[in-house]
Structure formats: C-alpha cells, structure tokens
C-alpha cells in the first residue's frame, strides 16, 4: 500500500494562510493523481483540488483563486497552499492518490489521515 502522510493544518484568522502537505511513502506520487478532499460533520467530503498525472489542475468553484495545488517530485509531496481563508474553509482535510483520475469525486483508493483546519471569524 502508499502510505499518506499528512502535515500542516492549524487554526487562524479569517484572511490568513496556511499550507498543508501530503508526502508519499515512495515515488508513487511521480505517477498517481494527487487530490485534496475536506469534510464537516454532516457534510459529504468534498473534492477541493487535484493534480493529475500530467499536472492538470482542478479546482472546486468554492476554492479558485485561494488555493494552490503543487507537487514536488523528487520529494514525492504534493502541497495545498491556501490563502484568504475563510470561516466556511473549516474542515478536516484529506489527501489522496490513485493512478486513476477521479477528479473531484471521493474514490481515490490511498487516503492519508485527516487534519483539522480551523478558520476564525
């Protein structure tokens, strides 16, 4: 299996930053589409961003123009960089792989860990 693991989150101010990274176990990640998931109780998860295999960007409408997705490939990691944040931005947030292109659908088949995001009025 790929290992997942996540670091960053943390809680700030609305207007804020805060960047979250999500490195692979292995090279897989030179390889597999990496995507950015969150969720709130009650809530589906919801596909917020994806770099593909041949670095094609998806964005959620909620989140274009605040967050960045980028990879490295030599040190198997892809990042969500988010600028002015927003009180409703609040969620655990989820990485995941697969060498499949779900887009921003939830099928991914590698997950990492969860991380709480909070984000202050």
């Known amino acids: 299996d790929v290992d997942l693991v996540v670091s960053g989150g943390g809680s700030v101010q609305a207007g804020g930053s805060l960047r979250l990274s999500c490195a692979a176990s292995d090279d897989v990640s030179n390889r597999y589409c990496a995507a950015w998931f969150r969720q709130v109780p009650g809530k589906e998860r919801e596909g917020v961003a994806l770099i593909n295999v041949d670095d094609e960007i998806t964005y959620a409408e909620s989140v274009k123009g605040r967050f960045t997705i980028s990879k490295d490939n030599a040190k198997h990691t892809t990042y969500l960089q988010m600028h002015n944040l927003k009180p409703e931005d609040t969620a655990v947030y989820y990485c995941?792989?697969?060498?499949?292109?779900?887009?921003?659908?939830?099928?991914?088949?590698?997950w990492g860990q969860g991380t709480q995001v909070t984000v202050s009025s």
């Open positions: 995941a792989a697969d060498v499949f292109d779900y887009g921003l659908s939830a099928l991914y088949k590698f």
